[in-house]
């Protein structure tokens, strides 16, 4: 949780880090330490998958304001004028450090996961649908283990714009990542892993609706809300022992829950 975060210990080429921005140092860093907290050490393989939810695209407004001001012919927007002048009006590697699927590829590359992945956006709820993808590539046995995670890089000024204005806004905003390592049970005790948490119970649905007519006011009860997809792993890791329960309604009109056995 927070920022700035260190990823050079994950690195396999550190001169990578010139294209990584937050979100992908975050999301190295937690991916990291989950597969040496449960005992799995790169190559991960292709026996290994990654199901990622990513948060809404960062961006400083003293970029937006140099491509704006590249952008303008007679004080009015011009796309022509946008596509040869004002695109390259910030540092170009700007475009690997702010898109969605980047945190995927590079916690892909750094670990050597080559089995199946998904990446989803921009919130909680995407979170459930990485986890129920996940959950689902176990059962069909494409994964012997799934990296599940969430990041998001909140503190920057076109996400705090986007959530100041939305219905309801959200004012309490954290840079934040965490990541599970899923597992069949059988597997975990035969390998010996040390388990953390139990999934027991699992419900994800979603209620159709017009987001501009009929905002949705999100709630999440055993998570930090502030932590946006990472909230659900980020609880997990700081919970005590007993029985964690999550429920979520997320504003892009997610409806889930889950229930986990932690251990001691």
């Given amino acids: 949780v927070g920022a700035p975060c260190d990823p050079?210990?994950?690195?396999?080429?550190?001169?990578?880090?010139?294209?990584?921005?937050v979100q992908d140092d975050l999301a190295v860093a937690a991916a990291g330490r989950a597969a040496a907290h449960a005992g799995l050490a790169?190559?991960?393989?292709?026996?290994v998958g990654l199901y990622l939810a990513v948060g809404y695209i960062p961006f400083e407004q003293e970029d937006l304001d140099a491509i704006l001001a590249g952008s303008l012919v007679d004080g009015e927007f011009s796309m022509a004028r946008f596509s040869t002048v004002g695109y390259d009006a910030v540092n170009p590697l700007q475009t690997f450090r702010c898109l969605s699927n980047m945190p995927a590829f590079h916690v892909s590359l750094n670990l050597d996961v080559q089995g199946p992945y998904l990446t989803?956006?921009?919130?909680?709820?995407?979170f459930y649908v990485a986890l129920e993808e996940a959950c689902a590539a176990l059962r069909a046995g494409r994964v012997d283990a799934a990296l599940v995670g969430g990041v998001a890089h909140q503190t920057n000024w076109l996400v705090r714009h986007h959530f100041s204005r939305v219905e309801p806004p959200a004012e309490h905003?954290?840079?934040?990542?965490?990541?599970l390592v899923l597992e069949r049970g059988e597997r975990a005790v035969v390998r010996g892993a040390p388990v953390r948490a139990w999934l027991r119970a699992f419900?994800?649905?979603y209620r159709p609706?017009?987001?501009l007519n009929e905002p949705i006011a999100p709630e999440e009860i055993g998570a930090d809300a502030a932590l946006g997809p990472a909230s659900l792993p980020a609880a997990l890791a700081a919970a005590g022992a007993g029985t964690l329960r999550h429920v979520l309604r997320s504003r892009d009109g997610f409806v889930a829950e889950s229930a986990w056995e932690v251990r001691p």
Avoid: S
């Avoid at 989803?120 to 995407?126: I, V």
């Fill in 120 to 126: 989803g956006y921009p919130g909680p709820g995407q």
């Fill in 209 to 211: 609706h017009d987001p």
């Fill in 42 to 47: 790169a190559p991960l393989g292709e026996r």
């Fill in 8 to 21: 050079t210990p994950w690195l396999r080429v550190r001169k990578n880090r010139k294209f990584m921005g």
């Fill in 173 to 179: 905003l954290v840079d934040a990542a965490g990541f």
């Fill in 203 to 205: 419900a994800l649905g």
